[in-house]
């Protein structure tokens, strides 16, 4: 085989080029950490980096995720407590409207305080995040939940609650609805609320329920029309009974009235009622006694309306509380599987500094050898040993 001299050269020059290829690949190697530059270095570990990445890029989201859920939760269990405290403090007030030896003027001292009262549960049915999204409002964030007086409140939110992907299988409840929380106080089986609604601008109220034989649930409306009561059935407007009061007597309920209503002012009477009648409920019986059963039988129902809420208000709180403990075990889990992912993509992408540094240093001396080589080789003529 005849060697050329351009064969001598290319080949020297193609040897040079391959270890300063090699050469170049180790430093950036060292320089970037990274084993694998380019797919070509390594494509299956290159697939695989890819596929652990997106799932740390999700785990990391689900943690952000958790985070939010949590603050959420501990604002709204913040409120929940305040909701609590005022249930529990307004049930005291009942208790000592009780006495029978109060005064007119204390009976009104008890009503301006339970006013207060009304008022703080309103404010904290309508609290907001740091967001500006309000809490008890359902679905429906930006939309102000409870609107009116302590003449009538009415619900403007939904039932919906918001969620968060808080792990691969898990959407997590980040707020309750009013709802769930003032609106539907569950009474006992058996047994009924019977409290104003709105609208209701008069001074009307209950001032005395009694049962006269099995109540079965059923819900009725009540309108004052300015001569009789009208009593309907809620669910399907069906005309029950017409009477002028104050006793009212109809299916298993028997009912006296206090106060004196406005023409169009309303009532209901059923298994579950709003917190705020009840407040609307109780004030009016202290400001306004019945002239004939005076406010025992308000203070009674309003008593039992407290016990039933703060039942409502603790469930939702153990709900929250529970939802809590499960996000500290979801932070657990998916900062140790964030750690696992990481060490693994380390594994597969990150470079071993000290084989690394080891082969730089190997291909330095190898491409310097060839440098010093293809010299000597150049020089390999007979022209050069002529005299």
Not at 340 to 356: G, K, N, P
């Amino acid at each position: 085989m005849r060697i050329s001299t351009s064969m001598l050269y290319q080949t020297g020059v193609n040897t040079i080029q391959q270890q300063t290829a090699q050469m170049l690949q180790t430093q950036q190697q060292v320089a970037t950490g990274r084993r694998i530059i380019a797919p070509s270095d390594d494509p299956i570990a290159s697939a695989r980096a890819l596929e652990i990445a997106q799932a740390k890029g999700i785990n990391s989201q689900q943690l952000i995720n958790q985070g939010y859920a949590k603050d959420s939760l501990g604002l709204l269990e913040n409120k929940l407590s305040a909701v609590e405290e005022l249930v529990i403090h307004t049930r005291t007030r009942a208790v000592e409207a009780g006495n029978g030896t109060y005064a007119p003027s204390e009976l009104k001292a008890l009503a301006t305080d339970v006013r207060a009262a009304f008022d703080s549960m309103l404010a904290l049915a309508n609290s907001q995040n740091g967001q500006g999204e309000y809490l008890f409002s359902g679905y429906q964030a930006d939309v102000k939940p409870y609107t009116g007086t302590i003449d009538g409140v009415t619900y403007q939110g939904d039932q919906g609650q918001r969620t968060l992907q808080v792990s691969p299988s898990r959407l997590m409840a980040v707020n309750n609805a009013g709802s769930d929380v003032f609106n539907s106080v569950k009474q006992d089986a058996g047994k009924f609320f019977a409290v104003p609604v709105a609208p209701n601008g008069g001074t009307g109220h209950i001032a005395q329920t009694q049962l006269t034989g099995a109540y079965t649930g059923t819900r009725y409306d009540i309108q004052w029309d300015g001569t009789n009561y009208n009593v309907t059935d809620a669910d399907t407007g069906a005309a029950v009974v017409s009477q002028s009061g104050p006793t009212l007597s109809f299916g298993a309920v028997q009912l006296e009235m206090g106060g004196t209503p406005n023409v169009g002012d309303s009532f209901e009477v059923g298994p579950r009622a709003n917190v705020f009648n009840m407040y609307t409920n109780m004030v009016r019986a202290l400001e306004n006694p019945s002239g004939t059963v005076g406010i025992q039988g308000a203070v009674a129902q309003t008593i039992e309306g407290m016990d039933r809420s703060l039942d409502q208000v603790l469930t939702v709180r153990a709900s929250v509380g529970s939802r809590m403990v499960e996000l500290t075990t979801l932070e657990s889990v998916g900062t140790d599987l964030d750690i696992q992912y990481a060490q693994t993509l380390s594994r597969l992408q990150d470079v071993d500094y000290a084989e690394a540094v080891s082969n730089l240093t190997l291909q330095q001396t190898y491409l310097q050898a060839s440098q010093q080589s293809f010299l000597r080789i150049n020089q390999l003529s007979l022209f050069n040993y002529l005299s």
